[in-house]
């Protein structure tokens, strides 16, 4: 009772926050904006704390230094100068995977220089120095010598567009030759295998770059910290506006490391808000998949009932070409499903979409926002009818329930079946005692979240009768009003209905829409139901290119 009271303040608490914006603007670095939190229902794993995301105990990590991160790599960067990096700048910044290749096709630079150029930035700007955003927390020591090999290829007509391309892990997933630790010290010396979903990008050519830094256990841990914190990866910045403006969470590191050009796309992972939060708040495109279209095998979990893997890229081009390149029939994955589509499904035609005759559905609530309305009209433009809608009055009871019931045996099947096998924790309690025992390097801002999971006693019948009541109201919430009034989709803000798509098990893409007058980055989000990725792909495309809303941080340019 106490949980579910708790969620239904919060609930009225954030119905309170962003329902107001203002008009667009180039972001700014504005040390006396006061933005609030970007979560839009209690359902988000974001909105499960109600602490002020200024409230910093720590922001560089106490459990990892910049020394440690490059110390294999700088040897075999001495060969990569200032001037190299300068030369490549305006080669790389910004560009498409397309451009990528087209240059290196052109033999304006090769793979290994394109993974330089990255690792060089990353080393610039991420940690211990004055623009540091602790978005990395890791490098794969092997990525120039992969690199290299790749170079090796000739014949570039039968390589997907991945191929090449330097990407960056959520930190929740197993990647061979680096720790997962989910920005956790009790998992500081998880070396596994692959996970799927990294055998899937290895298959087609790209190169793992490294990890991201998270909040830690994808935020279902500690409950009053802020977005972006692990005990391993510190206090990750947002680039638009470092300690002033939230990362979102839990995909932080992946979001602005997309954001600051750090690599060619990162890979989160959502249960719910955890892509969508990120990229919005970062001024990236994010894409939460329909639930089995990806892989979680060999991914740190919260939930196998909700967790999925996904892109965050900075643009809707790169993000289904990385899309095409994740996902796949996992048999091993209770949720994965066969799906027969080629390669290059996701970004075929895309180029030549259209909104003509779509019906979108907008939350009448979320008409007050300026920065909403101009992209309501932007969309009108484009041939697409806005059709004002009121929110269905459902709820999504027993939220927190779900994710402690799940996570209870989750994790020690992960621990089971995944991790490291001299690492010996296995259960959420197990992680609690550890972490007592040195309590102000691995839990500086407590871990309520995981004694709520400990505290839970909840049995597996109750877990089914949570999840059939969540899933139902959850597709009730997009369905009916889709079917009232002929809707091709439904458009949000940020991660404000990830809850709902979460639990129906829907897919979401936001896209960047612009910046408050602060500069705080926001994001169009629009929802569809199962298996449609490509027509949100589609629609999220149309809207990009004409609106061009996106603005490189300008600090990191």
């Not at 490059?70 to 300068?86: C, G, R, V």
Request: charge should be negative; hydrophobic fraction near 40%; charged fraction near 25%.
């Amino acid at each position: 009772m106490r949980n579910i009271l708790f969620l239904l303040v919060f609930c009225f608490i954030l119905s309170c926050k962003n329902t107001k914006s203002s008009d667009v603007k180039t972001p700014v670095d504005n040390s006396k904006s006061t933005e609030q939190s970007s979560s839009g229902d209690s359902s988000d794993i974001d909105a499960i704390s109600t602490k002020d995301f200024r409230e910093f105990k720590v922001l560089d990590s106490k459990n990892l230094t910049k020394a440690e991160i490059w110390a294999t790599i700088n040897p075999q960067m001495e060969d990569f100068k200032e001037a190299d990096y300068n030369r490549l700048k305006p080669l790389i910044l910004e560009q498409d995977i397309e451009t990528l290749q087209n240059h290196i096709v052109e033999g304006k630079f090769n793979y290994q220089e394109l993974t330089k150029f990255y690792l060089y930035r990353i080393r610039k700007f991420d940690r211990e120095n004055t623009l540091s955003l602790n978005s990395v927390i890791a490098i794969n020591p092997n990525v120039i010598k992969d690199a290299y090999m790749l170079d090796e290829v000739d014949d570039y007509d039968e390589i997907h567009p991945i191929f090449g391309m330097p990407i960056l892990l959520k930190d929740n997933i197993n990647a061979s030759n680096m720790a997962t630790t989910a920005g956790a010290v009790a998992l500081k010396e998880n070396i596994t295998d692959d996970a799927f979903i990294v055998k899937q990008l290895k298959s087609k050519g790209a190169l793992i770059l490294g990890k991201a830094n998270l909040s830690e256990w994808a935020y279902f841990f500690c409950g009053d910290c802020p977005s972006g914190y692990s005990a391993v990866g510190g206090q990750t910045l947002n680039p638009y506006g470092r300690r002033i403006f939230d990362t979102g969470g839990s995909s932080s590191g992946s979001g602005v490391a997309a954001s600051a050009n750090f690599a060619v796309a990162t890979i989160g992972s959502e249960t719910s808000g955890s892509i969508l939060s990120p990229a919005s708040q970062n001024s990236t495109v994010g894409l939460k998949p329909t639930i089995g279209l990806v892989s979680r095998s060999g991914i740190v979990p919260i939930s196998s009932t909700l967790d999925t893997a996904g892109p965050i890229t900075r643009n809707v081009m790169d993000n289904a070409i990385v899309l095409d390149a994740i996902f796949g029939e996992d048999k091993s994955d209770s949720k994965s499903f066969m799906i027969m589509w080629e390669s290059g499904f996701y970004a075929k035609d895309l180029k030549t979409a259209n909104l003509k005759g779509k019906r979108f559905g907008a939350p009448k609530r979320l008409w007050e926002d300026t920065l909403y309305i101009t992209a309501l009209e932007v969309l009108k433009q484009q041939g697409a009818e806005i059709v004002e809608i009121e929110e269905e009055k459902l709820g999504l009871p027993n939220f927190l329930r779900l994710l402690n019931l799940d996570m209870k045996k989750d994790l020690p099947a992960y621990m089971e079946g995944y991790a490291n096998e001299d690492i010996t924790l296995r259960t959420v309690s197990d992680v609690i005692a550890f972490n007592l025992k040195d309590s102000l390097n691995t839990m500086p801002y407590g871990q309520r979240l995981f004694n709520g999971i400990a505290n839970d006693l909840g049995d597996a019948t109750y877990l089914e009768r949570i999840k059939d009541t969540l899933s139902s109201n959850g597709k009730r919430y997009f369905d009916n009003p889709m079917k009232a009034h002929n809707l091709d989709g439904f458009l949000s803000i940020n991660n404000y209905h990830a809850g709902f798509a979460a639990v129906a098990e829907y897919p979401a893409l936001t896209v960047p829409m612009g910046y408050t007058v602060d500069g705080v980055p926001k994001g169009l989000t629009f929802i569809a139901k199962r298996l449609q990725e490509k027509q949100l792909l589609e629609w999220a495309y149309v809207y990009e290119q004409a609106s061009k809303a996106r603005v490189a941080p300008k600090d990191y340019n």
